[in-house]
């Protein structure tokens, strides 16, 4: 029992009626009275004031039950934040990993078996839905059609993204997709906050799919506009057909009547058109001094960030020394690119907090290959530098001049690919590294809104005060333990 229901019950306990006429007073129902005399729910303001004047209270009374109102409704909103941005990280951390659980994709089909989905009629039932719109996809991305996927703002939800995702990896070409997602304009409501948490939630698990051109916009109203989700709130519009579904994927209306399509598509180019790109999704992968250019642009002022990566920033205590003595192959590049100097000496005087991984970190002991820098500036570092390194980070971890803690695994499994990076005052950064060089270094994704980012930082700077890291002893002792793996 909380405070605020603890002190009511005492004070209703006082009252000289029964339960029933406090109830009928206070114009309450009696057994949404119970529950607040019992903690089990919070009243809200209107409530508590007539509880207040049923109950007779004096004004010091009165001040007291509502400083006891305003800590809890205080604590509660702040851990219903902690709680979506906690969803945000994890979301971003995990967008290489996409279960499908109870997401019904059938097998392969002909293109015969394809072709018969292309039909107007409606569906129900979860599992036909699912299948229905997961053929309609497949049908789309065989084809050479190049005019964009449509996306609705639910799109996103689970499980459609991964019904999204499992089908845009099934075929190699890249296809263009419009998101259009619902952004709430913030007026320092909680609820606004955690709703626009959401929704760039939404977008993050379609970071890393490189079949996928994606943009997304984002609507400043709490309405999108009469249409196209006038018939359902779901809906995705290929070129042909509009798919339209509900919530919960238990029905589906299948257009493809041309005028009506058309219509459809134009009002979603004009909503799309008139929304803001707060939320820029590269379309393609970009080389490492595009990343370092970006990466350079934030840190500039000294701005305070926070990162969390598998891998610790070991090329934040690397300088031109090491490079002369064990990478000399990048001092040509140094020439050629002269933001690369200053970058590095941006990395190494920077205000920082960094939460990585203790495979990411045994991961560059084994390997000595950084992440962070283009593998053809340094290759592979020799044991004694990965030494050196590790040395420095130690030293940094003890003398606190850096905040580089070890994440609880359980908490936050990172992703070796993935890093997001939080600047104060500034945006949010989502990069997920190529797999492959052919496709660029990597691809970054970058949220442009002050608040939000804002939040991420007061939400990332208390980690290291959290059960989500490992202490600065544990790190410390980690390391020592990966350089007696040297």
């Not at 000289?16 to 119970?34: N, V």
């Not at 499992?166 to 952004?183: E, G, I, M, Q, T």
């Not at 058109?273 to 350079?296: G, I, K």
Request: charged share 20%; hydrophobic share 40%.
């Amino acid at each position: 029992m909380n405070d605020l229901s603890q002190r009511l019950k005492i004070l209703a306990g006082r009252y000289p009626g029964t339960m029933t006429e406090l109830a009928r007073r206070a114009q309450i129902d009696r057994s949404s009275l119970y529950k607040i005399l019992n903690g089990k729910r919070t009243p809200n303001r209107a409530q508590l004031q007539q509880l207040i004047d049923a109950l007779s209270l004096n004004q010091r009374q009165s001040a007291h039950l509502n400083a006891l109102y305003v800590e809890q409704r205080s604590g509660a909103q702040t851990q219903r934040t902690d709680d979506a941005l906690y969803e945000l990280l994890q979301t971003a951390l995990r967008s290489n990993d996409h279960p499908m659980d109870n997401t019904v994709v059938p097998n392969a089909r002909s293109d015969a078996d394809i072709e018969a989905a292309f039909c107007t009629r409606c569906f129900q039932g979860y599992q036909t839905v699912t299948q229905q719109l997961y053929l309609l996809l497949l049908r789309y991305l065989r084809s050479e059609e190049n005019r964009p996927l449509m996306l609705s703002p639910f799109v996103g939800d689970y499980p459609l993204s991964s019904i999204l995702i499992n089908a845009f990896s099934a075929v190699a070409a890249p296809k263009p997709v419009c998101h259009l997602l619902r952004y709430v304009a913030n007026d320092d409501s909680h609820d606004d906050l955690i709703s626009n948490i959401r929704t760039v939630s939404r977008a993050l698990p379609f970071l890393t799919l490189h079949t996928i051109q994606y943009e997304a916009r984002l609507s400043l109203s709490p309405f999108a506009g009469p249409l196209p989700g006038v018939l359902m709130p779901v809906y995705v519009l290929f070129p042909d057909i509009a798919v339209m579904m509900d919530f919960s994927l238990q029905k589906c209306i299948c257009l493809t009547e041309p005028s009506v399509v058309q219509c459809l598509r134009l009002e979603f180019s004009r909503q799309y058109l008139e929304a803001p790109v707060l939320f820029a999704l590269a379309s393609d992968a970009h080389s490492f001094q595009e990343a370092m250019e970006l990466s350079a642009r934030m840190l500039n002022d000294r701005t305070e960030s926070y990162y969390m990566r598998a891998q610790p920033p070991v090329s934040k205590f690397i300088d031109l020394d090491m490079i002369r003595r064990y990478a000399p192959q990048a001092l040509g590049p140094l020439k050629t690119m002269p933001g690369l100097a200053d970058y590095m000496q941006t990395w190494l005087t920077a205000p920082y907090e960094f939460y990585f991984s203790e495979d990411g970190l045994t991961d560059f002991v084994r390997t000595g290959r950084m992440v962070d820098v283009d593998a053809a500036l340094t290759g592979t570092l020799p044991p004694e530098a990965r030494r050196e390194l590790l040395l420095r980070m130690r030293d940094a971890c003890e003398r606190g001049t850096a905040v580089l803690r070890i994440v609880n695994n359980d908490a936050f499994p990172l992703d070796p690919r993935i890093t997001v990076g939080v600047y104060r005052g500034q945006s949010m950064v989502f990069c997920a590294l190529s797999d492959e060089s052919d496709n660029g270094f990597c691809r970054e994704y970058t949220m442009q809104h002050v608040a939000l980012a804002n939040r991420l930082a007061d939400y990332m700077a208390n980690l290291k005060d959290s059960n989500l890291v490992r202490t600065q002893k544990y790190t410390v002792e980690f390391i020592d333990f990966c350089l007696r793996l040297l």
